[in-house]
């Protein structure tokens, strides 16, 4: 009963150990389209990397890499000598536009396996193609810059010699001019002081032999060059020179700025007595720098930084108030002084008496008109009216 048992359980084992295999061969879970998509020209040679494969070589390194193209079916390497498999990457060379299309690449292991596809779209060598091979690189105006020859690392590996031609709309560049220098031994193009004029078409490249046959491979840059990000120079718009207050009232002193249209600003807007701090200046909390406030209006940024005085005393008129603003670039200062309000007083003052002056004054030049004709009596009472005033 027990071997039979054994026997059993051993032949189901046999039985069902390669079909478990063939559902795993069969069963390859497609992880999707990568995002990248390979341009490149007719007649170069073309490598294209398993996009996942860096993930499966961390987990386990014993792995089998193939490779097909969608469309077709066509297994690599297949009757075509132009393809083959070297180091998991696929080698086109020369890729020729009939290329174009979805290649799939198969990873597995004893037990696991998935698959990745990505895109490959070969032009032909024109400048109508330009704008869908370049890749996108950008500079800056009026500063130095940086262009990279982009995935050349399959062709570069083990090259001592490293030499990357460049080109500007087809001109070749100098190896060491003032504005264009090309970094021996690296892909990359250092342009000094960068102007509108340097946007355009770029192309870099290097040969590579293959077989004793000499290939291109090169690659197109669109360089587009962005103006710097100006910050917007803060302006005070608050034009108080003098504030007229009376001693022991209250007394707020805004300090209106714009910021600028738009963008956000890193401007500081603060104040000073005697040139030191409000917070040092007044211990006692007499006088405090009120709350910041910053607003819009039709997209323009102000901000508004008030100067409390809880109340005015005597030794303010004699202390010198600044309003200052500065960011990056700029700093900028407004000086205000506080005055007694004496002038102002007085006229509220006097302000019964003038009226009473006006009254009696009235009566006597009604009274003296009268032996007067119309027309001196009219000319009369304008000139006495604006000497009231
Ligand atoms: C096969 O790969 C999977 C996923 O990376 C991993 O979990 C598994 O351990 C691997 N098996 C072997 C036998 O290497
Ligand atoms: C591969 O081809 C098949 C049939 O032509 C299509 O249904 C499938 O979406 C293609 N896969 C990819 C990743 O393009
Ligand atoms: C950069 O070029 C501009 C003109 O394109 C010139 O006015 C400027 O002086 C140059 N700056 C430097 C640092 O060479
Ligand atoms: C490689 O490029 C150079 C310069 O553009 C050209 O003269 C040469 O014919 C090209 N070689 C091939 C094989 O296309
Ligand atoms: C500022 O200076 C003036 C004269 O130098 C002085 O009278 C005044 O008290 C000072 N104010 C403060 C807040 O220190």
């Known amino acids: 009963m027990f071997i039979l048992c054994m026997v059993i359980v051993g032949a189901s084992a046999f039985i069902i150990q390669p079909e478990e295999q063939t559902v795993a061969v069969r069963n390859c879970q497609f992880r999707g389209k990568h995002f990248k998509k390979y341009f490149r020209v007719e007649e170069e040679p073309v490598v294209l990397r398993c996009p996942h494969e860096e993930s499966w070589l961390w987990t386990s390194p014993h792995t089998n890499i193939m490779w097909h193209k969608n469309d077709s079916g066509r297994i690599i390497p297949g009757e075509d000598t132009r393809m083959w498999v070297q180091d998991r990457a696929l080698w086109i060379l020369p890729a020729l536009q009939r290329d174009s ?12 396996c998935d698959e990745m596809s990505i895109e490959l779209r070969v032009f032909e060598n024109i400048k109508a193609s330009l704008p869908f091979i370049s890749y996108l690189q950008i500079l800056t105006l009026s500063t130095s810059g940086l262009l990279v020859c982009p995935e050349l690392s399959k062709f570069t590996r083990n090259k001592t010699d490293l030499n990357i031609q460049w080109y500007k709309d087809s001109t070749p560049l100098d190896q060491d001019n003032e504005k264009f220098l090309s970094l021996r031994g690296t892909t990359r193009l250092f342009i000094h002081n960068v102007s509108v004029e340097d946007a355009g078409y770029y192309s870099c490249g290097m040969t590579f032999s293959h077989n004793g046959t000499q290939y291109n491979v090169t690659r197109n840059i669109n360089v587009r060059v962005n103006k710097k990000e100006e ?15 009376s001693l022991g009232s209250k007394l707020t002193i805004p300090c209106k700025v714009f910021l600028g249209v738009g963008k956000k600003s890193t401007s500081i807007v603060w104040w000073t007595a005697n040139d ?14 009120g709350p910041d406030k910053e607003y819009s209006e039709n997209n323009e940024n102000y901000i508004e930084v008030p100067l409390v005085f809880d109340p005015v005393a005597r030794e303010d008129l004699n202390t010198d108030f600044k309003c200052s603003v500065t960011n990056k670039k700029i700093f ?14 007085w006229e509220i003052a006097l302000a019964p008496l ?19 004709t119309e027309k001196a009596y009219g000319l009369t009472m304008i000139k006495t009216d604006h000497e009231d005033f």
Not at 358 to 367: E, K
């Open 332 to 345: 900028r200062t407004l000086r205000t002084r506080v005055k007694e309000a004496s002038t102002f007083s």
């Open 231 to 245: 910050e917007p120079i803060p302006v005070i718009v608050s034009h108080h020179q003098t504030i007229l207050a």
């Open 101 to 112: 299309g979805t290649y799939v690449c198969t990873i597995r292991n004893a037990s696991y």
């Open 354 to 372: 003038s009226l009473v002056f006006l009254v009696f004054g009235g009566i006597c030049m009604h009274r003296w008109c009268k032996h007067r």
């Open 276 to 289: 030191t701090n409000i917070d040092s200046a007044y211990p006692s909390g007499r006088v405090t720098e």
